[in-house]
């Protein structure tokens, strides 16, 4: 499947371009959307940048494992187009699978499989935006080889479009897996804290290392208790290995029969949360992070850990401004940064998504917003008001 990606994609970006261009003259913000299923709400006053037409698919190199896809794509259609060709994408954001890929990334939050696979930037070679001072802009390469401007395109993914619309994407694949498994245990916390811990210390790199509250392992059918989730991919002989291994670190635990399609009802449980925040802990102080949440946040719609990378992940049934800058001022004692990865329009512009970073950080986002979006276009406040 090829076609002239460049050539397919500045003709695609033409109406979102000039729309960019319009707003700009204004003195309009924008808010860019996809399918809608994200960010619902725009702020106050913004104009909608409909980017769902880009949802072209001009190149898979299921050779290679690279491909080119329009921002407007919907994960479910990609994950079809790559399976055809022997090939899928190790990107597994919560939501519907009717999500866009643009929107999976400027959200940057991966799921289970960042465990093995790492974040949604590690699965981009380079990228294609429509930028705030209205030109087209193209980072990073479509090959492995060519990596020139890669750190921007890291910039730009998780940025909820602060920078500007993402459009194209050239994306790293993966040859399908022979065996594919998934085996859950649950226990109280305490238990699978320290099953977590054993399977680490014994090396193992399952595809998914993923701890679940309660209230979300009751939604994947495992019962309201915490719950040890471990997904291996690979040969049929590394599967086994790798599952013998956690059956070994699980010993103390409780077996559970994962539901079907367990991963899949993980993404629309994880979805269904109204306000979602990501705390960046150490892996070894996942249970820390989880107790600070509750205490600033109360009530807790769940909690998902992908252990390995300590990714904390927290939905509540709403977030007021004052618990969220309590929560980030509590955490940024152990120098774990808060994302708020979902809110509603007013929480995001009071508290921002990133909040305060530190001083270096901080200088090089306004720096790139100052270059990229020096007007405001693109109505994203990433920063802490």
Known sequence: ????????????????????REAAADAAALHPRGSGQWWPDAPPGARILDLSSLDH???????????????????????????????????????????????????????PLAALFGPPR?????????????????????????????????AVIGAHGGFGAIVEVHLRLRARAQADRTAAWTGPREAVAAAGARL???????????????????????GPQWALLVRALGTAAAVDE??????????????????????TAWRQAVGEWPAV?????????????????????GT???????????????????VTPAALRALREAAA???WPVTLERADAATRAACGLWGALDPGVERLTRALRQTFDPNGVFAVPLLAA
């Open 1 to 20: 499947m090829r076609a002239e990606a460049g050539a397919v994609a500045e003709a695609a970006v033409a109406a979102p371009l000039a729309a960019v």
């Open 57 to 111: 698919i001009p190149r898979v190199d299921a050779a290679d494992l690279v491909a080119t896809v329009g921002a407007g794509c919907r994960l479910d259609r990609l994950t079809d187009a790559l399976g055809a060709r022997g090939c899928w994408l190790a990107l597994d954001p919560p939501g519907p699978s009717s999500r866009t890929l643009g929107g999976a990334l400027a959200a940057g939050g991966g799921g």
């Open 122 to 154: 590690d699965q981009v070679l380079g990228l294609s935006m429509i930028a705030g001072n209205g030109t087209f802009v193209r980072v990073g390469g479509r090959v492995v080889k060519n990596v020139a401007g890669f750190d921007l395109a890291k």
């Open 200 to 222: 680490m210390a014994a090396g193992a790199l399952p595809a998914a290392f993923e701890v679940l509250h309660p209230a979300l392992a009751a939604a994947l059918g495992l």
């Open 242 to 263: 790798e599952l013998a291994a956690a059956h070994d670190a699980a010993r103390a635990l409780a077996g559970a029969a994962p539901a079907s399609g367990a991963w």
């Open 277 to 297: 925040l990501r705390i960046g802990a150490d892996p070894a102080a996942w249970t820390d992070a989880c107790a600070l949440a509750a205490d600033h946040l």
């Open 300 to 318: 807790v719609a769940g909690a998902s850990v992908t252990v390995p990378r300590g990714t904390v992940r927290v939905g509540a049934p709403g």
């Open 333 to 335: 004692r152990h120098r």
